[in-house]
């Protein structure tokens, strides 16, 4: 997965979360409500900038967009789920798009010839 200023894109997602939480706990009001859009859009945005330095993530892309849209149902449209649940939903989504990717790709280069010698096991006496 490409990097954005030489991170993981979810590590950038991770400190927009707890930024907008430690903004909210001492300045300024943001309310759930609001960082679930904050961090909707935010998810979205890594998504589409790891899709394009990639240029071939578009699965960065959908799990972007799907991450946006479970953050925007809990945040506004009532969708009761836990951080848990929203793992789960985020791991399932990543697995069926792997399954998918697995089938569209090869390998750059052939994999490395065994150097190990084979070992026959020993005959009965």
Known sequence: MGKIFGREPVLWLALVAVSVKFISAFWINVTPDQQAVINAAAAAVTGLLVALSTHDGVNAAILGVIQAIVAL?????????????????????????????????????????????????????
């Open 73 to 125: 149902g809990v945040g506004f449209g009532g969708l009761h789920l836990d951080a848990d649940q929203q793992a789960l939903i985020m791991s399932l989504a990543t697995a069926i798009l792997a399954m998918f990717t697995r089938t569209q790709v090869t390998a750059p280069v052939p994999p490395a010839q065994a150097t190990a010698p084979v070992i026959a096991p020993k005959a009965a006496a």
